[in-house]
């Protein structure tokens, strides 16, 4: 079977990083705003320049491209709606107008904040209502993939794991906090199903072999809050999980709403792919035996 060339934006990003790791699942190009990328095949690009992005999809000439850069920052997004809204809508209509005119297909990562939080988990149909600009930028930027003949979108929460050199996330903040004995609150309202970042870009690559069309969700197969994730994975580790204290999301004060019950369906995904997407603790023993996460956190290694 011929290997897939995927062109991966956000190459120095969480999700973008976890993609390339993903040796032998396809032939890998990043790029990214900054000159470190490891070893991988990387395009330095400044993704808002139109033209500098048709240079680069004519240059690699992908079969694929996914498109995980974005501005993530859901609070920041709040203060700064103009850079916001460049990383992510004007990102994506230059990706889309280089997509279409070469007949690459574009698939584009959102998330579960173009809904309400009102009464998920949400299926694919369930009626968008985003709460911040985050949410609502990236409801547009799925918009700007319709008229496209090779679009996929998918829609994604929580996602957890360790990707060495992208900085911290929830886990490594959580094992760093509790196991230094320091006392941490996390939210007990607000309710999601955690995604293990490699089996989010494993049904990614399955997406693109499968040459799939339209909105998908991709999401952990377990339902849970915050807290239940932050507790799970403090007992998973043998840390004290009297150090994790339940706190309201009204009472952080946070800028940017946030969606409280939400959670994302999987079953479009499971039905074109074949397979269900982990458990939390199933995601919590392949993080456990990552080769990377060993190395740099020896003392939670299995
Ligand atoms: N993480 C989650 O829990 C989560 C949940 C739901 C949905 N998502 C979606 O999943 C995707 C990936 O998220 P992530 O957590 O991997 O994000 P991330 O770690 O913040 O990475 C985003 C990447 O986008 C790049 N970027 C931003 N603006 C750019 C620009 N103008 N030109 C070029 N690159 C630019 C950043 O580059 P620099 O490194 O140079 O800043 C960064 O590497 C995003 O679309 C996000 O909305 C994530």
Redesign the pocket.
Known sequence: MKALKILV????????RSLLGLEGEAEWVGC???VDAGDMLYHR????DRAAVAALVAETNPDWVI??????NVDRCEEDVSAAR??NVE?VENLAAACGDTGVGLMQ????YVFDGESGPYAEEAGTKPLSCYGQL?LESERLLQGLERAVVVR????YGYVPE?GANFTTWLLQAVSGGESVRVFDDQWGNPTYVYDLARALVGLCREEARGLFHMGGATFMTRHELALELARFFDLDDGLIQPVRTQEAGLLAVRPLRSGLRTDALEAVLGRRPLTFSEGLERLARDPHFCRDFPEFAR
């Open positions: 934006t956000g190459a120095n990003g969480f999700l973008g990214g705003r900054r690009v400044e993704l808002t498109n995980t850069a974005a501005m993530t460049w990383a990102i990562i959102s998330t579960d990236k994604t929460l929580w996602l992208t």
